[in-house]
Structure formats: structure tokens, C-alpha cells
């Protein structure tokens, strides 16, 4: 029995890094968005939000929001035109 | 799974979901098969270890592990009678139907001894001995702060460990030297 370790490797090293970065996308996109950011903020010391509903992090949550949009079209291309 | 193995909250159903769908979508794309309820029970373990304070209660995944080892043999044996029967000719086939439709109906009447429905499909059993942690968990537990934002006392604590020291509490050795 051989066991195609590569494809094994690739599926592995693909989920890690995308599953990482859509749920830190997303979670970004929420701390972008939010209006609460600032008491959190400034106690947890992120350099993300400073207040939530300034238009810059707000517009930096959309932009979040929209690549994982787009992240799931793909997913959603791949399986239709596979 | 989200109560019976670990305790989650949305935000690891997110993260599990995410994954599962990922390692599903990307097997698939390179051409190899797998089974979805493996790597959806796969991620919610994952992801329940994954959050500060997490447990997995191994004898259930354990539990799980066994029910998959049986279950492949277990449908390959009665799927193999089943075609055996219904090779031999009509009165196979219909053998087979009556029998299915019977041991369906005699499973589904077993079941409605103790209904599961609306008002107690979320009940957690309540465990008869609480489970001693195992080592990773001890290992986890005594390296990890405790889960942020309890307020009540012993919530962040698993039977069978010690309460977690006060971070910056003086050892014993270094206070008794005179």
C-alpha cells in the first residue's frame, strides 16, 4: 500500500493556512466593525481598533468581510467547475 | 458534538466549520475521498482544545472512535447478506424490503421508549463520577491562565486539579531563608 504523503502534505499546509487566515479575516472584520472597540482597545492594547467606528477600521472591517466573501466564491467556483 | 465531546461557543463553531470545510474542499479538489463526519468531529475537537480553557472529554471521542471501527464492518456484513439474499431472485428482493422495513420499525419503536424531542435535545447527561482529567489536559491546565471573565469561584477549575496559584505569589522556599 503506498500512501501519497505530498498530497497528504499539500491538503494539510492548504487547510492550515486557510482556515488560520479566514478566521482571523473575519475576526478582524468584527473588531473593525464594531462600535464597543475602545474600552477594549485601550485595555487590551491592540493596535487594530482604536475606536471601532472611526471610517478607516470600519472601512478595514468591510474590506475583511469582502476577502472572506471572496474566499468562499472560490470555494464555491472550485466545486461547480471542478 | 459541541456538548457531548468539548463545550463550544459560536466562535469555535465557526473556526471548526471553517476547517472542515477547507480540509473537505481541498481533499476533494486533489481527488481523494473522506469521510465528512470524521473531519467535522476532527474540527470541533480541535477547536474545543483550541479555545483558552478548553477540554475534551477523550472517553467520549473515544467513544466515537470505537462506533466508527465497528460501524464499517458492522454495514459491510449486512450489506453483504442483503445482496446475497437478494441475488437469489425476487422472492430475495422482497425478503430483504420486508426485512429492512421491519428492523426499521422495530429500531424506531425501541427509541420512543425514552423520546428525545424540542425540550430535552440540549440536556447534557449528567455524569456519574466526574471524569478525571486526563494528562494532556493536566498539562495544558497547569501551564494556561484560567478562562477570562468568570466571576464565580471554581468555574475555571476541572475536577480532579488543583486551583490554579496566583500568578505572582512568592514560593515557599524563597520567603523562608533567614
Redesign the interface.
Same mark, same amino acid.
Request: charged share 5%; glycine share 14%; proline share 0%.
Given at each position: 500500500m503506498n500512501i501519497?504523503w505530498a498530497?497528504l502534505g499539500? #491538503?494539510f499546509g492548504?487547510?492550515l493556512a486557510?482556515?488560520v487566515g479566514? #478566521?482571523g479575516l473575519?475576526t478582524l472584520g468584527i473588531v473593525g466593525t464594531s462600535r464597543k472597540a475602545a474600552q477594549e482597545g485601550e485595555a487590551g492594547g491592540t493596535a487594530v481598533a482604536g475606536s471601532g467606528s472611526s471610517a478607516a477600521t470600519r472601512a478595514g472591517g468591510y474590506v475583511c468581510f469582502a476577502l472572506c466573501l471572496a474566499a468562499v466564491g472560490y470555494?464555491i467556483f472550485?466545486?461547480v467547475a471542478? | 458534538m459541541g456538548k457531548g465531546i468539548t463545550d463550544i461557543q459560536p466562535p469555535q463553531g465557526f473556526a471548526a466549520q471553517t476547517g472542515a470545510a477547507v480540509t473537505i474542499l481541498a481533499s476533494s479538489h486533489l481527488g481523494f475521498a473522506l469521510s465528512t463526519t470524521q473531519v467535522c468531529s476532527g474540527a470541533v475537537m480541535g477547536s474545543g482544545l483550541g479555545r483558552k480553557g478548553g477540554v475534551v472529554r477523550w472517553s467520549t471521542a473515544g467513544r466515537m472512535v470505537i462506533a466508527w471501527g465497528l460501524t464499517l464492518p458492522a454495514a459491510g456484513l449486512v450489506s453483504a447478506g442483503a445482496a446475497f439474499l437478494a441475488g437469489q431472485g425476487d422472492w430475495g428482493i422482497t425478503t430483504v424490503a420486508v426485512l429492512g422495513l421491519a428492523i426499521c420499525g422495530a429500531i424506531w419503536a425501541a427509541s420512543r421508549r425514552k423520546p428525545v424531542d424540542s425540550s430535552n435535545v440540549n440536556d447534557v447527561t449528567p455524569v456519574e463520577s466526574a471524569e478525571p482529567a486526563g494528562v494532556v489536559t493536566a498539562a495544558l491546565q497547569t501551564v494556561s491562565p484560567p478562562p477570562a471573565g468568570t466571576t464565580t469561584t471554581g468555574a475555571g477549575t476541572i475536577d480532579g486539579i488543583p486551583a490554579q496559584a496566583a500568578p505572582h505569589s512568592p514560593t515557599p522556599a524563597t520567603t523562608a531563608v533567614r
Open positions: 501519497d498530497a499539500q #491538503v492548504t487547510t486557510v482556515t479566514m #478566521v473575519f470555494g472550485l466545486i471542478g | -
